[in-house]
Each structure stands twice: as C-alpha cells, then as structure tokens.
C-alpha cells in the first residue's frame, strides 16, 4: 500500500503530501502545526548496500531539528518488513510521542 493512502485510511491523519522548506529541504507528509514530518525514503533511492537512508539523506532531520521539527526518517524497506498492525502501532505511536514534545 502507498504510504499516502495508508496514513489516510489506516491511521486516520491527513497531512501535506510534500513541501520546501527554506527553499532547501523537501520534506514529505507535513503536519504544519506541530513541527511534524514522516520522510519516506524510497527503496531505489537509498545506497544498494544497506537499503537505508544514507547520512545525506537524514540532513534535513538533523538540521531542522534546531527549529523544533520532529522529522521521522522512514525507508520503504523498514516499512514493508512491518505487518499492517505493526504499522499502524508505530505511525500512531511516533506521531502521538512527538505531538508531545
């Protein structure tokens, strides 16, 4: 299932799809308002070695973190290894954690 319609019809949450910040840092599935953004690395984009986002990959999570932005870095591979409940547990999980700090 595409991420985008697993966080609207799984989890219940609408966010922006993808937005520029800065005019430097893309960043994917937005939630404005809280400083939140779930980066979903594709599986073809990541170094073939590990599969995983590179260190490049995780700047703007890294940097952005200083504003306050809680950025969840996520690659397709971590996700289709999860079961769909196993998803939805983490998705909601990590949304909920950083909507509190």
Known sequence: MEMKAFLNQKCFVYPIVFMTLHNMFNLHYVFWDQKIAINYHLKHLC???????????????????????????????????????????????????????
């Open 47 to 101: 170094p073939p070695q590990t599969k995983q986002p590179s260190e490049k990959m995780k700047l703007s999570s890294q940097l952005l973190a200083h504003e306050g932005w809680e950025i969840l870095d996520l690659s397709e591979e971590d996700f289709r290894e999860w079961g769909q409940y196993e998803k939805i547990d983490q998705i909601k999980g990590w949304l909920k954690a950083a909507k509190e700090r």
